[in-house]
């Protein structure tokens, strides 16, 4: 589970402005383009909780095959 007061957004930007954020879920996924804009937020003091976060780039290699970078 996790309190919406823990904090710990993903927040994206559109011309240094924030646009949207979105709140940490257990299981949930946000899959975006890597050259939009955005940061992780920390999670804030009163969170006890561990927040354990995957992140994979997928790119196209010199010969235009799909690459996985981890």
Known sequence: SWDYTWGGETKFYED????????????RCVIFLGEV?????VPTRICSAS???????YAVDKKN??????
């Open 51 to 57: 927040r354990l976060t995957l992140a994979l780039k």
């Open 16 to 27: 240094g402005e924030p646009r949207m954020a979105v709140l940490p879920k257990p299981g």
């Open 37 to 41: 804009e955005h940061s992780a937020g």
């Open 65 to 70: 095959e799909p690459c996985l970078i981890l």
